[in-house]
């Protein structure tokens, strides 16, 4: 099975400060995800990379950026957290079924800023 | 622009009773359509799939039903168990785009 790893399961910041979420996956999954969950909205797409040094926007870009310097991992940056990024966030790697695209889900980072 | 609506956010259901999910769809070019399961705490997990080409897929106590014409999808759960609690996101995608676009999730709650 594919094991998605997020680095952390709950972090505190402060607003302001940059702040660094990491994903690494064990598959050699060229496409990688980043989400956040808040309620009532579902998953929401920030970021996404199908490959090395490869990204694109999803959604909800604004205040993120990311990083994908080796295949394995995938990391997500907020260069000035705010109260409004506190959130669930979800990293996910894509995977191929014979009938479908899948994706596996790391366990989440609950992140708080205040 | 909303491409997958679950209109529910909430369901509450009897044990052993059955549970329907609903999903709404607007884009006639999804492929496939999964069903996630997510647990407080942790990241969403699949659960069923059906392809475009078919209107039921069935995998133990977990039925979808697929009706293209409305555009509509279900989940049926028989019988409900208080550990099927949860929310479940629908999540129609393409073999075009390899993209997954996930529904607000609807949270289910089975009780004793």
Known sequence: ?114 | DQQVKQNSPSLSVQEGRISILNCDYTNSMFDYFLWYKKYPAEGPTFLISISSIKDKNEDGRFTVFLNKSAKHLSLHIVPSQPGDSAVYFCAPGSGNTGKLIFGQGTTLQVKP
């Open chain 1, 1 to 114: 099975d594919v094991k998605v790893t997020q680095s952390s399961r709950y972090l505190v910041k402060r607003t302001g400060e940059k702040v660094f979420l990491e994903c690494v996956q064990d598959m050699d999954h060229e496409n990688m995800f980043w989400y956040r969950q808040d309620p009532g909205l579902g998953l929401r797409l920030i970021y996404f990379s199908y490959d090395v040094k490869m990204k694109e926007k999803g959604d909800i870009p604004e205040g993120y950026s990311v990083s994908r310097e080796k295949k394995e991992r995938f990391s997500l940056i907020l260069e000035s957290a705010s109260t409004n990024q506190t959130s669930m966030y979800l990293c996910a790697s894509r995977y191929r079924d014979r009938r479908f695209y899948g994706y596996t889900f790391g366990s989440g980072t609950r992140l708080t800023v205040v």
